[in-house]
């Protein structure tokens, strides 16, 4: 069974540009949530998608935004990219559906990052 | 505000000597608290998680954490470390569903021989 899959690995920018990050869950999982992780600030949730559908949301400013497709797949998009926008995007997926679903074990399966330099 | 605190950012052990990382959350609501852990370069993978029942829980490679409701506490630990256990360790809490959690700012487990 294929693992989250994040796309591009690593990635530079300069300040002003855009960039958008991919993130394929494991087939079957509908939730998908980004995460950014910076030395100073640690690990901070950015968003989470389950059917197409942004259901909590970080603080992180508008320039920060997301969607999901209905195979899943997820995209997230950082505009007029800032130096602090630097550091690794983390994507995780899980079944989703709430605490109830007997599908969802409270377990959030992470991809391997996609790492943005902004210079 | 709820927040997760990991007291030490970093903990030097000898292989095979015992080591405790420590966790307390702040919360007045119930949580569900979780550990994870990342080796270089790579993303989060984890380790265990306490949803309800026992207060012990057991996770892969041999760590074990306790939560402890009265002293908002969930540390983690293992009875004898390896080296392949450098790496860095992250406290979760899950507040209002599975899908957000808080992490703490992690502890980075340094094992030597």
């Known amino acids: 069974k294929a693992g989250v899959t994040q796309t591009p690995r690593y990635l530079i920018k300069t300040r002003g540009q855009q960039v958008t990050l991919s993130c394929s869950p494991i087939s079957g999982h509908r939730s998908v949530s980004w995460y950014q992780q910076t030395p100073g600030q640690g690990l901070q949730f950015l968003f989470e998608y389950f059917s197409e559908t942004q259901r909590n949301k970080g603080n992180f400013p508008g320039r920060f935004s997301g969607r999901q497709f209905s195979n899943s797949r997820s995209e997230m998009n950082v505009s007029t990219l800032e130096l602090g926008d630097s550091a690794l995007y983390l994507c995780?997926?899980?079944f989703g559906g709430g605490r109830g679903s007997p599908k969802n074990t409270g377990e959030l399966f992470f991809g391997e990052g996609s790492r943005l330099t902004v210079l | 505000a709820q927040s997760v605190t990991q007291l030490d950012s970093q903990v030097p052990v000898f292989e095979e000597a015992p080591v405790e990382l420590r966790c307390n959350y702040s919360?007045?609501?119930?949580?569900?608290l979780f550990w994870y852990v990342q080796y270089p370069n790579q993303g989060l993978q984890l380790l265990l998680k306490y949803l309800s029942g026992s207060t012990l829980v057991k996770g892969i490679n041999g760590f074990e954490a306790e939560f402890n409701k009265s002293q908002t506490s969930f540390h983690l630990r293992k009875p004898s470390v390896h080296i392949s256990d450098t790496a860095e360790y992250f406290c979760a809490v899950a507040f209002t569903g599975f899908q957000k959690l808080v992490f703490g700012t992690g502890t980075r487990l340094l094992v030597s021989p």
């Open positions: 919360s007045s609501v119930s949580v569900y």
């Open positions: 995780a997926s899980s």
